[in-house]
Nanobody
Framework: QVQLVESGGGSVQPGGSLTLSCAVSGSNFSFYSLAWLRQAPGKQREWVAT???????YYKDSVKGRFTISRDNDKNTLYLQMTTLQLEDTAVYYC?????????WGQGTQVTVSS
């Protein structure tokens, strides 16, 4: 069974940094791409970044240059390093892994950016 558990969320001031982690249980972690998504209050969930199994990365335009997605296949862990955080980055952040037609989600971790 595949389970994803996020951690690392918290409250920071604008301009601050946080690193999120997503621990993934289950076999063949390295075979599949992974993604981070977020949902702000009153808004739909939106895609933030993806890392493919070959390490290629993709980012939402508004986070390019500020966020870095990475993975450690030895630790079965996905990361999202977030710098220069802005008020509009406030959201619950989710990690996701798609295996075939099944999407596996974590429970989410809250990131709050406020002054």
């Amino acid at each position: 069974q595949v389970q994803l558990v996020e951690s690392g969320g918290g409250s920071v001031q604008p301009g601050g940094s946080l690193t999120l982690s997503c621990a993934v249980s289950g076999s063949n972690f390295s075979f599949y791409s992974l993604a981070w998504l977020r949902q702000a209050p009153g808004k739909q969930r939106e895609w933030v970044a993806t890392i493919e199994n070959n390490g290629k990365t993709y980012y939402k335009d508004s986070v390019k240059g500020r966020f870095t997605i990475s993975r450690d296949n030895d630790k079965n862990t996905l990361y999202l390093q977030m710098t220069t955080l802005q008020l509009e980055d406030t959201a619950v952040y989710y990690c996701k892994q798609q295996r075939g037609s099944t999407h596996y989600w974590g429970q989410g971790t809250q990131v709050t950016v406020s002054s």
